[in-house]
């Protein structure tokens, strides 16, 4: 029997100037923590695709936030944001700062990715370690001694299988870099659009959907637009919200969308929306597909 299964992803602003500071805002119930959960109770999603969520190795933070929601089942692994590459990126003559890592990140495990789950989650497959220069079209143009250790993923690319009775829907989740915050070269620009376009390689699974923050808006803000376009376009998806802001800075670029959740064309989407949230700029976006 055909089953409706709700998939989410939420850029919760639940990160932390430093390790350890997540767990101790979880557990003495920080007001913007207690918004993030009030958000995803409200929506009440099956799976959610969480970003900007800080990393710890015991895994205790996202442990203690998932028994805050009661999903039984979760998913984190140390993300690449803030992993040394022991050289000077950004070129500022200092070496070891939050953009000299394989990820912006003020320590490791800053701003990570975690999967919650009401349904059993299966082995994943995480691509975070291919080298940018080897994703497809790359356009990257590091020097070699950067391009040799450079990974693609800010933060990481997963397929992580959730099974729904004998089906397993593929969640494909990632969260790419801001395409700002760099000089004339426009690195991070190359980067997030390399970052977004990498999926098109793994549409050919079974029921894929991706779900992320691909940072990247196609009618508006800075940013390689044609690449999202593209992501957008291809007929093995679809999208259940066009034209619809996930975002809001008032005081920067204004209302955005940059948050996804994309189907496969496969399975029937029955509905979709966003959830506003009180604790940061980012909505909350779910979509309800019916699993065969």
Do not use: C
Request: charged content about 20%; aromatic content about 8%.
């Amino acid at each position: 029997m055909a089953e409706t299964v709700r998939i989410a992803t939420f850029a919760a602003p639940l990160s932390r100037r430093g390790p350890g500071l997540l767990l101790r805002d979880i557990l003495k119930s920080e007001e913007q923590v207690l918004q993030a959960v009030e958000t995803i109770r409200a929506v009440d999603p099956d799976i959610i695709v969480l970003t900007d969520f800080d990393f710890d190795h015991g895994g205790a933070a996202l442990t203690a936030f998932a028994m805050m929601l009661d999903y039984p089942n979760v998913f984190a692994k140390p993300p690449n944001t803030g992993v040394p590459t022991g050289l000077d990126v950004d070129r500022n003559g200092y070496f070891g700062d939050a953009r000299d890592a394989q990820g912006y990140g003020r320590f490791e495990g800053d701003g990570g990715m975690a999967i919650l789950s009401k349904l059993p989650i299966g082995e994943v497959v995480s691509f975070d370690h291919t080298l940018w220069r080897d994703a497809p079209n790359s356009r990257s143009t590091d020097p070699p001694e950067l391009a040799e250790i450079q990974w693609l993923s800010t933060t990481g690319h997963w397929i992580v299988p959730i099974a729904v009775g004998e089906t397993a829907l593929n969640i494909l989740a990632f969260s790419a870099t801001p395409p700002v915050f760099d000089g004339p070269e426009n690195r991070n620009d190359r980067r997030n659009a390399d970052e977004v376009l990498f999926w098109l390689e793994h549409l050919g699974i079974p029921h894929p959907i991706i779900a992320g923050n691909a940072n990247l808006d196609p009618n508006g803000g800075e940013g390689n637009r044609t690449a999202i376009a593209q992501l957008l376009a291809d007929p093995r998806l679809q999208d259940p919200l066009p034209d619809q802001t996930t975002a809001d800075w008032p005081d920067g670029p204004g209302a955005l969308r940059v948050s996804y959740v994309l189907p496969s064309a496969d399975l029937t989407v029955r509905t979709a929306g966003i959830e506003r949230s009180d604790s940061g700029p980012h909505a909350l976006v779910w979509v309800d597909v019916v699993v065969p």
